[in-house]
């Protein structure tokens, strides 16, 4: 999961020294002579408070424009982002405005108020979209659990359960914004739960852990995995008796692979299995001897299948990849679920916005020529039904109790 959140693109550092020596050259040789020939002028103050209207009327019209797509499907308003060429473009317009806007003064002030507040724009909006990232959609993620019967998996109705059963409020040794994205696993007697803990000081996430003896009450025990980079989405599966997962690693282009020393600690990078592109939620399960693998590769839009003999070995992607472009079907939002002899996987909807509701298909051919699947039922299987989840849920992860009854860990969203 991304945070919706307001901080430093670091990777914008050079932009930023760009920008701000050009802001510094601006002041110095344009900003003095140009104000004081305000000074000298008996409307100055008139002036000033018409300049300081017109720059914020300007302000609100150009930054509905420029966000308008971003605005009506409810996405992030600053997601955009610049590159050095386009701040030294920046730099030149701000320059162009301002020298151009001092020389006519004297002859029209509306039109230099007018040039005047759109080169405050200018280098306004190049510093919003080159160094910060913000939306507006806050996020208050928690985690719940619910139970279903085998045989109508997809029904939460019934259960009374004092839901979420993990918020950052139970997170102790990071301060947290939000927990989201849970995979449960089951050794012994003892059930885990493992989550993204977005951490609010490093400006990352994190891979906590929880415990319980009877899936009702959990104990958030600590962050277990956490990296110089972004984690989230840790998918957990075993294989031949050892522990693996994979986290999503978005930020670094790659599917990397871990391995517990130590279950449910010691958590030990083992290697890259997929490299080059953005892998959001990669989802991994194993099927008819080979093992299979969803992500998603392009802001909710595009979900990709690879495939490989030996998990340690080559992946090649499938020849239908990528099998699905709808960024209602297209990012992978939970564990493959083995339905008796049926496969299951979860689509997470970013429409109308980023984790609204939680979708189900059923595959129904998958082999190495061919991909088939169909959608089950006309509505989503999860979507806010509860105070806690009200605004949105994208996530659920399946762990058979009994031979009659699954549990489940889902996430929601309550922020309005």
């Known amino acids: 999961?991304?945070?919706?959140?307001?901080?430093?693109?670091?990777?914008?550092?050079?932009?930023?020294?760009?920008?701000?020596?050009?802001?510094?050259?601006?002041?110095?040789?344009?900003?003095?002579?140009?104000?004081?020939?305000?000074?000298?002028?008996?409307?100055?103050?008139?002036?000033?408070?018409?300049?300081?209207?017109?720059?914020a009327f300007f302000c609100i019209l150009l930054f509905m424009l420029f966000n308008f797509k971003n605005l009506s499907e409810k996405?992030?308003?600053?997601?955009?982002?610049?590159?050095?060429?386009?701040?030294?473009?920046?730099?030149?317009?701000?320059?162009?405005?301002?020298?151009?806007?001092?020389?006519?003064?004297?002859?029209?002030?509306?039109?230099s108020q007018i040039i005047l507040c759109l080169s405050f724009l200018i280098c306004g909006y190049f510093l919003w979209h080159g160094y910060f990232y913000y939306k507006h959609e806050e996020q208050n993620w928690?985690?719940?659990?619910?139970?279903?019967?085998?045989?109508?998996?997809?029904?939460?109705?019934?259960?009374?359960?004092?839901?979420?059963?993990l918020t950052k409020e139970d997170v102790l040794d990071v301060k947290a914004d939000f927990v989201a994205d849970p995979f449960l696993m089951k050794k012994g007697g003892d059930y885990y739960l493992f989550f993204e803990v977005f951490?609010?000081?490093k400006i990352k996430g994190e891979i906590g852990l929880a415990k319980s003896k009877d899936c009702l009450k959990w104990d958030y025990d600590k962050v277990i995995l956490s990296e110089k980079f972004h984690l989230s989405y840790p998918?957990?599966?075993?294989?031949?008796?050892?522990?693996?997962?994979?986290?999503?690693?978005?930020?670094k282009k790659s599917v990397r692979l871990y391995k517990a020393d130590n279950f449910p600690y010691d958590w030990k990078f083992v290697k890259t299995i997929l490299c080059g592109k953005n892998f959001m939620d990669s989802t991994i399960f194993f099927n008819e001897n080979k093992w299979w693998l969803f992500t998603e590769t392009n802001k909710n839009k595009e979900l990709r299948l690879y495939y490989s003999e030996d998990i340690f070995g080559n992946w090649v992607e499938h020849s239908?990849?990528?099998?699905?472009?709808?960024?209602?079907?297209?990012?992978?939002?939970?564990?493959?679920?083995?339905?008796?002899?049926?496969?299951?996987?979860?689509?997470?909807?970013?429409?109308?916005?980023?984790?609204?509701?939680?979708?189900?298909?059923?595959?129904?051919?998958?082999?190495?020529k061919k991909y088939k699947e169909k959608l089950i039922g006309k509505k989503p299987i999860l979507r806010g039904f509860e105070d806690w989840n009200k605004k949105g849920m994208h996530h659920a992860s399946y762990l058979q109790l009994t031979k009659d009854k699954f549990l489940i860990a889902v996430d929601g969203n309550n922020f309005i």
Do not use: C
């Open 320 to 368: 239908q990849s990528p099998i699905n472009k709808n960024p209602s079907f297209s990012r992978p939002g939970g564990n493959i679920l083995l339905h008796g002899k049926r496969l299951i996987r979860f689509a997470q909807d970013s429409i109308p916005y980023y984790g609204s509701q939680l979708w189900a298909f059923e595959i129904l051919q998958l082999n190495e």
């Open 199 to 201: 951490n609010s000081k």
């Open 1 to 55: 999961m991304e945070k919706d959140s307001f901080y430093i693109k670091k990777s914008y550092g050079i932009s930023f020294l760009v920008l701000v020596l050009g802001l510094f050259l601006f002041f110095v040789f344009f900003s003095y002579k140009f104000f004081a020939e305000i000074l000298k002028n008996k409307n100055s103050s008139l002036f000033v408070l018409m300049s300081f209207i017109s720059l």
């Open 75 to 111: 996405k992030g308003i600053f997601s955009a982002k610049i590159n050095l060429p386009e701040a030294f473009l920046g730099i030149s317009l701000l320059f162009f405005s301002g020298f151009f806007s001092g020389s006519i003064y004297l002859q029209n002030i509306l039109i």
């Open 235 to 251: 998918h957990v599966f075993k294989y031949k008796d050892e522990y693996y997962m994979i986290p999503e690693t978005h930020t």
């Open 142 to 165: 928690s985690i719940g659990i619910y139970f279903s019967k085998i045989k109508n998996p997809f029904d939460f109705t019934k259960n009374k359960i004092n839901n979420p059963v």
